[in-house]
């Protein structure tokens, strides 16, 4: 079946450091990539998303690629704030066979000031 | 704020009762979808109610309901709740066909003893 697997956290950062949070997938057809992140106490919001092959995604000074050659979609960013802090979630959508958004299990990140 | 709002916002229940959980989706959203998301897991899809029908199901067993009333609320019913039913339960509303634009509530934290 259709997965995501994301590195583990929590991962620990100084401000300003560059952020790497690594995401592979499998599918049967051609998803849409998407990571979604959570602050605390709160719901989980799109950061970004690549529907297609080498479409790359970004909000907030975030990256992604869809690498469909390494079934891949790490998330970068150059320089990371304290406000940055959250759970990240890879996550996939098939669409037109179901609705469902299948998310990895998260990475918490930390960053320190 | 996404404009989803999910009530209440912490439950416990005791082994064996039933719970009701409720959502209000964003203003122009017709499709509604509820995900339970463990302790230090990822969101797993329960169910999509678009138009009042259900559109699409995860793997979760019939004792997990749901209902969506003509302006596009939605309640999940658990019946005979189980330990392991702990979780945060997260509301999303979505126009119809584009999961991409998912937009969730802060989720209700149910907590069975």
């Known amino acids: 079946g259709d997965s995501v697997t994301q590195m583990e956290g929590p991962v620990t950062l100084s401000e300003e450091a560059f952020l790497t949070i690594n995401c592979t997938y499998t599918?049967?057809?051609?998803?849409?990539l998407f990571w979604y992140v959570q602050y605390p106490g709160e719901g989980l919001q799109l950061l970004l998303k690549?529907?297609?092959?080498?479409d790359k995604g970004s909000n907030k000074g975030f990256e992604a690629t869809y690498r469909k050659e390494t079934t891949s979609f790490h998330l970068e960013k150059g320089s990371v704030q304290v406000s940055d802090s959250a759970v990240y979630f890879c996550a996939l959508s098939v669409m037109n066979r179901d609705d469902k958004i299948i998310f990895g299990k998260g990475t918490r990140l930390h960053i320190l000031p | 704020e996404t404009g989803v709002t999910q009530s209440p916002t912490h439950l416990i229940k005791t082994r064996g009762q039933q719970v009701t959980l409720r959502c209000s989706s964003q203003s122009g959203h017709n499709t509604v979808s509820w995900y339970q998301q463990a302790l230090g897991q990822g969101p797993q899809f329960i169910f999509q109610y678009y138009r009042e029908e259900e559109n699409g199901r995860g793997n979760f067993p019939p004792r997990f309901s749901g209902l969506q009333f003509p302006n596009y609320s939605s309640e999940l019913n658990v019946n005979a709740l189980e330990l392991d039913d702990s979780a945060l339960y997260l509301c999303?509303?979505?126009?119809?066909?584009?999961?991409?634009?998912?937009?969730f509530g802060s989720g209700t934290q149910l907590s069975v003893l």
């Open positions: 599918a049967t057809g051609y998803p849409s």
């Open positions: 690549a529907t297609k092959a080498d």
């Open positions: 999303a509303s979505s126009w119809a066909g584009r999961d991409e634009k998912l937009f």
